[in-house]
């Protein structure tokens, strides 16, 4: 068995930025008062390396001479307590990833296991209580929980062997009690009348027993996520309460129904719906006559208009590519990876149509950010937490993508605290050249291109579609992705190559 190395990296004075944040942020915002001082360490534990190729990885990788403090004991003086914490396990840790990463390219090896944790140590006459508030406060149970101290004797993480595929037999004969038992049993994200309808289906057309892998991947495709459910959802009567706005969205209303009566006419299959009332100024317009440059195809992952760029005194065709994305359940449980995936999710759709993103915009909505920590709602994070961290975890993603942010907007509303709004938005841009668009056949090979993760993700789609409780924090922490900007950024600048579309 391979020996694993460990080493301890902290920040001399002068450079512990991070240390002295959040012992700022634990007395103002936590009230913990009689903290007088607060140390980071960053431990690595490293295996599949030699004793010569782990003091190289130290002296050049996980340590900074000039920054850092190097150690491979730890231990502290008296009147100082101190606690670890790691990211759970399948979720995606991009400090050990690109660690690993470096210490290839630096010994031209293979690449070896790496994990991270970090050690929070801090002094001052704090209670018990005051201990379990710093730890609720900086371990949040969704990502990360409190690590061991102990030397580990491997880092390979033992996966369970899935069973082979099966059918869930007696599917097609339940009944509708029997369903509707199923559905709250499995923690369906589709409702009962739409698992009854796959009952059915598979019933009446297919003639066979689904596998749990089809219910599932179901589900997925039908969550609101995907589907957007709510969006468009048949709406039988409309009310506006009454406000300073009722008279603005009376007269919404009445030309949304005007319009509907030009572009539908008497057809039955147009059902009033929020998804309509977002789309149909642009049906509209392009009925009119306003929107001869967009660019229709099958591929329908980002908006995409026709535009004439001049490039070196020279006219050329291009590609516009536009998409938004809303992260608002992932910010609202991981602040930090529901923000920054915000950001990466929003340019993969036009990085799938081969466009180079190279502008953003970030909305959001937040509680009020100076909310006592008291107050925090149960089974909340602190609305400070929330917003410091999703600003972090943008921020981030977009420097090291290498995308600038040019709107940023966020407003403040109690309503928000029920659940917060991340809105991420791109523009990215191609040589309509590059874009060869053709239709799949039988016989082609697949590529599936991307970057490591962890299991970080799985069920994301269904588990922001559904109702979440107080319990449902223990299951739901793998329902929270954690971006690789890097990779995508290498996807991007491969994209704008020329001979990749020939």
Same mark, same amino acid.
């Given at each position: 068995?391979?020996?694993?190395?460990?080493?301890?990296?902290?920040?001399?004075?002068?450079?512990?930025?991070?240390?002295?944040?959040?012992?700022?942020?634990?007395?103002?915002?936590?009230?913990?008062? &009689?903290?007088?001082?607060?140390?980071? $360490?960053?431990?690595?534990?490293?295996?599949?390396?030699?004793?010569?190729?782990?003091?190289?990885?130290?002296?050049?990788?996980?340590?900074?001479?000039?920054?850092?403090?190097?150690?491979?004991?730890?231990?502290?003086?008296?009147?100082?307590?101190?606690?670890?914490?790691?990211?759970?396990?399948?979720?995606?840790?991009?400090?050990?990833?690109?660690?690993?990463?470096? %210490?290839?390219?630096?010994?031209?090896?293979?690449?070896?296991?790496?994990?991270? &944790?970090?050690?929070?140590?801090?002094?001052?006459?704090?209670?018990?209580?005051? $201990?379990?508030?710093?730890?609720?406060?900086?371990?949040?149970?969704?990502?990360?929980?409190?690590?061991?101290?102990?030397?580990?004797?491997?880092?390979?993480?033992?996966?369970?062997?899935?069973?082979?595929?099966?059918?869930?037999?007696?599917? $097609?004969? !339940?009944?509708?009690?029997?369903?509707? @038992?199923?559905?709250?049993?499995?923690?369906?994200?589709?409702? /009962?009348?739409?698992?009854?309808?796959?009952?059915?289906?598979?019933?009446?057309?297919?003639?066979?027993?689904?596998?749990?892998?089809?219910?599932?991947?179901?589900?997925?495709?039908?969550?609101?996520? *995907?589907?957007?459910?709510?969006?468009?959802?048949?709406?039988?009567?409309?009310?506006?309460?009454?406000?300073?706005?009722?008279?603005?969205?009376?007269? @919404?209303?009445?030309?949304?129904?005007?319009?509907?009566?030009?572009?539908?006419?008497?057809?039955?299959?147009? %059902?009033?719906?929020?998804?309509?009332?977002?789309?149909?100024?642009? !049906?509209?317009?392009?009925?009119?006559?306003?929107?001869?440059?967009?660019?229709?195809?099958?591929?329908?992952?980002?908006?995409?208009?026709?535009?004439?760029?001049?490039?070196?005194?020279?006219?050329?065709?291009?590609?516009?590519?536009?998409?938004?994305?809303?992260?608002?359940?992932?910010?609202?449980?991981?602040?930090?990876?529901?923000?920054?995936?915000?950001?990466?999710?929003?340019?993969?759709?036009?990085?799938?149509?081969?466009?180079?993103?190279?502008? &953003?915009?970030? /909305?959001?909505?937040?509680?009020?950010?100076?909310?006592?920590?008291?107050?925090?709602?149960?089974?909340?994070?602190?609305?400070?937490?929330?917003?410091?961290?999703?600003?972090? +975890?943008?921020?981030?993603?977009?420097?090291?993508? +290498?995308?600038?942010?040019? #709107?940023?907007?966020?407003?403040?509303?109690?309503?928000?605290?029920?659940?917060?709004?991340?809105?991420?938005?791109? %523009?990215?841009?191609?040589?309509? !050249?590059?874009?060869?668009?053709?239709?799949?056949?039988?016989?082609?090979? %697949?590529?599936?291109?991307?970057?490591?993760?962890?299991?970080?993700?799985?069920?994301?789609?269904?588990?922001?579609?559904?109702?979440?409780?107080?319990?449902?924090?223990?299951? *739901?922490?793998?329902?929270?992705?954690?971006?690789?900007?890097?990779?995508?950024?290498?996807? #991007?600048?491969?994209?704008? !190559?020329?001979?990749?579309?020939?």
């Amino acid at each position: 068995m391979a020996k694993v190395f460990r080493v301890f990296v902290e920040k001399k004075k002068g450079f512990d930025v991070e240390a002295g944040n959040i012992l700022a942020d634990l007395q103002s915002n936590v009230g913990i008062t &009689a903290l007088e001082d607060l140390r980071i $360490i960053n431990r690595y534990d490293a295996e599949g390396l030699s004793a010569e190729e782990f003091d190289r990885a130290v002296a050049q990788v996980f340590s900074e001479a000039n920054q850092d403090n190097v150690c491979y004991e730890i231990s502290f003086e008296d009147g100082w307590r101190y606690f670890a914490t790691e990211y759970l396990p399948g979720q995606y840790d991009q400090r050990a990833d690109s660690a690993a990463q470096c %210490i290839q390219l630096l010994t031209a090896g293979e690449r070896p296991a790496v994990a991270s &944790a970090k050690i929070i140590a801090f002094k001052g006459d704090v209670s018990d209580d005051d $201990i379990n508030k710093i730890k609720s406060y900086i371990i949040n149970p969704v990502e990360s929980r409190e690590a061991s101290m102990e030397l580990p004797e491997s880092l390979d993480i033992k996966a369970d062997r899935p069973d082979d595929i099966v059918r869930i037999d007696g599917f $097609i004969s !339940k009944t509708d009690g029997e369903i509707a @038992a199923y559905h709250s049993e499995m923690g369906f994200a589709m409702s /009962v009348a739409d698992l009854c309808w796959v009952r059915d289906y598979f019933k009446n057309d297919e003639g066979r027993e689904p596998s749990l892998t089809e219910l599932k991947v179901i589900d997925t495709y039908w969550s609101d996520h *995907c589907r957007h459910t709510t969006f468009a959802t048949q709406l039988d009567e409309i009310k506006i309460d009454e406000s300073k706005y009722s008279a603005a969205i009376e007269q @919404a209303l009445k030309e949304y129904f005007e319009v509907r009566d030009e572009l539908y006419k008497d057809r039955k299959d147009k %059902i009033v719906c929020l998804m309509d009332m977002a789309c149909i100024g642009t !049906k509209a317009l392009k009925k009119w006559g306003y929107v001869d440059d967009l660019d229709e195809s099958e591929e329908i992952n980002a908006c995409s208009i026709n535009a004439e760029v001049e490039i070196d005194g020279k006219t050329e065709p291009w590609l516009i590519q536009f998409k938004n994305e809303t992260h608002n359940h992932p910010t609202e449980i991981e602040p930090f990876g529901g923000a920054a995936t915000c950001l990466g999710g929003a340019i993969r759709d036009p990085l799938s149509g081969r466009a180079y993103v190279y502008q &953003a915009m970030r /909305v959001t909505g937040s509680g009020d950010p100076t909310t006592p920590f008291e107050e925090t709602l149960p089974a909340k994070l602190p609305q400070s937490k929330i917003t410091t961290g999703a600003a972090q +975890g943008y921020s981030s993603y977009g420097n090291q993508i +290498g995308l600038a942010t040019g #709107q940023v907007v966020e407003l403040y509303d109690e309503g928000y605290v029920a659940k917060r709004m991340e809105i991420g938005a791109v %523009i990215g841009a191609s040589p309509k !050249k590059n874009v060869i668009r053709e239709v799949p056949e039988e016989g082609d090979i %697949i590529v599936l291109l991307g970057g490591r993760t962890g299991r970080d993700g799985c069920g994301g789609a269904t588990g922001s579609s559904k109702a979440h409780n107080s319990q449902s924090i223990e299951t *739901c922490g793998a329902e929270v992705q954690k971006g690789n900007p890097p990779t995508e950024r290498k996807i #991007q600048r491969l994209s704008a !190559k020329p001979r990749l579309h020939r």
